[in-house]
């Protein structure tokens, strides 16, 4: 390290380096909000595409545990991390809201993620009704532009 620095940040009462730290994290936190607010890529999806349930079907009563079965027309599965035209992985929206397109689907208890290019799960719900609905994601996780999602369904848990 350049003595100048060292006598630097000696004098501001700092350790050798302690300077250098400080403006790597200021320049950090200096460009966090520009890249924040830059949208992330999205795949193309191309134009007829249909991510649809084989099973259940809508206003189904089932007993839990439910094995769900994704259907997909005009583009292929492949796993997240894969980067092959015209395909994605299957994300399963339990009991909530499509999310964001820009940023990657979240990997709760309501975005269940079949990464591996899974076309069906099992899940365990409690007894009631329940919403669910397909999402394709991209390599990354991300929607495709335009998302490619099925009908959102209700299903009755007895």
């Given at each position: 390290m350049d003595r100048t620095v060292e006598r630097n940040a000696a004098?501001?009462?700092?350790?050798?380096?302690?300077?250098?730290m400080v403006l790597a994290v200021?320049?950090?936190?200096?460009?966090?909000?520009?890249?924040?607010?830059?949208?992330?890529?999205?795949?193309?999806?191309p134009e007829g595409v249909t991510l649809y349930f084989i099973s259940p079907s809508e206003g189904e009563a089932l007993k839990s545990p439910v094995t769900v079965r994704f259907g997909l027309s005009g583009m292929g599965v492949a796993p997240a991390g894969v980067d092959f035209a015209k395909t994605g992985h299957h994300h399963l929206i339990v009991d909530a809201v499509l999310p964001a397109v820009d940023a990657p689907i979240p990997a709760d208890e309501h975005h269940v993620h079949f990464g591996a290019g899974q076309t069906q799960g099992v899940l365990e719900l409690p007894p009631g009704e329940h919403h669910l609905q397909l999402l394709l994601g991209?390599?990354?996780h991300i929607p495709h532009d335009p998302p490619v999602a099925s009908e959102r369904i209700q299903i009755t848990i007895e």
């Open positions: 004098s501001l009462g700092g350790r050798p380096g302690r300077s250098r200021a320049s950090l936190v200096w460009a966090l909000p520009a890249f924040a607010q830059s949208p992330l890529p999205r795949t193309p999806s991209d390599k990354n």
